[in-house]
């Protein structure tokens, strides 16, 4: 699972018909939940020099975001994404990254992110440090998170990050494609 303490957002985030004070949205946004795969999406983009690069997005993943109402810096976020279900539309493409150059799916079934930090950065926006798991490596990584909407039990975020590639053995295709991967995420959790 992946925790990404993406609640420090909803602290003093402006919603829809009005700010709510601080301790209101975080007492309305307090609790845990489970993330919601079919209103969610994990995407990522390998650059290319003078190109497009590859993107895609990952189908089958699951997780978690507790909200923390005493201590909002304990706040944690948990995914687990299946590499194995990566999908770019290219067929060839597809078969190239889940082999043991890239994912090595067969090998390594899940990749796991679990936070250790968050610090707000705006009404909105926060940074969140966590540890991601890949192909049998854990790297620390930092994402941004920004707060989308939180109504009625459910509350979604945008989450994007840059990480090296070669960190966890995926650097085929350097200098071609960029020893970078970029994912943009839209999370949406409800609460249990």
Not at 20 to 34: H, K, N, S, T, V
Not at 141 to 151: E, G, K, N, P, V
Not at 166 to 190: C, H, K, N
Request: cysteine-free.
């Amino acid at each position: 699972m992946v925790r990404w303490a993406l609640v420090l957002l909803l602290l003093a985030a402006g919603l829809a018909g009005g700010a709510l004070a601080q301790d209101q949205l975080l007492e309305q946004a307090a609790g845990r939940y489970a993330i919601v795969p079919e209103n969610s999406e994990i995407a990522f983009l390998v650059p290319a020099v003078g190109g497009r690069g590859i993107q895609g997005r990952f189908t089958e993943f699951r997780g978690e975001f507790i909200i923390d109402r005493r201590d909002p810096a304990r706040s944690q976020v948990a995914i687990t994404i299946r590499p194995g279900s990566a999908a770019t539309g290219q067929g060839r493409v597809d078969r190239f990254i889940l082999g043991p150059s890239v994912f090595d799916a067969g090998r390594y079934p899940e990749a796991i992110f679990r936070s250790t930090a968050v610090a707000q950065t705006g009404p909105q926006t926060a940074t969140v440090e966590g540890v991601l798991t890949a192909k049998g490596v854990s790297r620390p990584i930092r994402l941004t998170a920004t707060l989308l909407s939180l109504r009625g039990r459910e509350a979604a975020f945008e989450v994007a990050g840059e990480f090296p590639r070669s960190w966890f053995g995926m650097a085929a295709g350097v200098p071609l494609y960029r020893d970078a991967v970029r994912l943009s995420v839209i999370v949406t959790g409800r609460r249990r």
